[in-house]
């Protein structure tokens, strides 16, 4: 309309002709973006974020995203400009109706091609997630496993299948381990590994990302031998009234039973714990 009337053509002729009021229009023109506008597109951007990191939120979770990130918001706010904007939960029943959401790219090639061994600590860590259920509601394990000892080198547990899961289990694993550099970690294409998050980690720690493939379940067969370990010796032995019990005993079987108890045939039936510090050099054993 401006470049109409610099044509000269006056405001009131085009205006007419597109069945547009002409106040509306110059209320716009003194104030094009009104305050109401830039707060909704900055809750927007940051909701936009929060679902790129993890695809699988509804607006519930994405909202608690937002906050964290300085915008906050109402979760019926959170929900219309979801809705407008068609940023649905990977697991919405509107995605489910089709053939469902296929996996999300990988942000890195497979470099171990299912070769799960090591000459040495920190050469090729493997990670996943698990859940299980309590009373309370489900809780997540990621842990991160060294291929040499089948050493449990970092782990978080959570209440929540978030980015921040993989992000926490990551830099448990490198607070133990002291120097990474150059160590391979190979997980699948869940969301919370392909998140910026957990690949910014990765960079900041100076650690190679490594993928399997889709639908290929021996890519990672070595990570869900301990979580099938998991499965029998505490996740299945009883219903768990509470998250803190079930969290506790996780911790308590992976540090004292599976690290310094359980003997593994692969190691030559030595523990995770006794392999290491019989095969590495004392200036090299992890804390």
């Known amino acids: 309309m401006s470049e109409?009337?610099?044509?000269?053509?006056?405001?009131?002729?085009t205006c007419r002709v597109l069945k547009l009021a002409r106040q509306p229009y110059y209320r716009w023109l003194a104030n094009p973006v009104t305050p109401a506008e830039l707060v909704e597109a900055y809750r927007a951007n940051a909701l936009f974020d929060a679902h790129g990191d993890?695809?699988?939120?509804?607006?519930?979770?994405?909202?608690?995203?937002?906050?964290?990130?300085?915008?906050?918001?109402?979760?019926?706010?959170?929900?219309?400009?979801c809705s407008t904007n068609g940023w649905f939960s990977a697991f919405d029943k509107k995605l489910k109706r089709g053939k469902g959401k296929k996996p999300g790219p990988p942000v890195h090639d497979d470099l171990v091609q299912r070769d799960f061994t090591a000459d040495a600590p920190n050469q090729l860590w493997l990670g996943d997630i698990t859940e299980h259920r309590t009373l309370?509601?489900?809780?997540?394990?990621?842990?991160?496993?060294?291929?040499?000892?089948?050493?449990i080198v970092g782990y978080s547990i959570d209440s929540r299948m978030k980015s921040r899961i993989a992000v926490n289990a990551l830099n448990n694993a490198v607070a133990r381990r002291g120097d990474v550099a150059g160590c391979v970690l190979h997980t699948d294409r869940g969301s919370q590994f392909?998140?910026?998050?957990?690949?910014?980690?990765?960079?900041?720690?100076?650690?190679?990302?490594?993928?399997?493939?889709?639908?290929?379940?021996?890519?990672?067969?070595?990570?869900?031998?301990?979580?099938?370990?998991?499965?029998?010796?505490?996740?299945?032995?009883?219903?768990?009234?509470?998250?803190?019990?079930?969290?506790?005993?996780?911790?308590?079987?992976?540090?004292?039973?599976?690290?310094r108890r359980r003997r593994q045939a692969t190691l030559g039936r030595l523990t995770p714990i006794e392999f290491e510090t019989i095969m590495t050099t004392p200036a090299t054993q992890a804390a």
Request: with cysteine; aromatic share 10%.
């Open 4 to 13: 109409l009337a610099a044509d000269g053509i006056p405001v009131a002729v």
């Open 54 to 81: 993890d695809p699988e939120f509804g607006y519930r979770f994405l909202v608690d995203e937002a906050a964290d990130a300085g915008e906050v918001m109402a979760e019926r706010t959170a929900w219309r400009i």
């Open 136 to 151: 309370e509601g489900k809780l997540y394990l990621c842990a991160i496993k060294d291929v040499f000892s089948n050493r």
């Open 194 to 259: 392909r998140s910026r998050k957990h690949v910014r980690t990765l960079g900041r720690h100076s650690m190679v990302g490594s993928m399997g493939r889709v639908g290929a379940a021996g890519d990672n067969a070595a990570m869900e031998s301990f979580f099938s370990l998991l499965q029998k010796n505490v996740l299945d032995r009883q219903v768990w009234a509470t998250r803190e019990d079930l969290r506790i005993a996780i911790v308590t079987w992976i540090e004292r039973t599976y690290h």
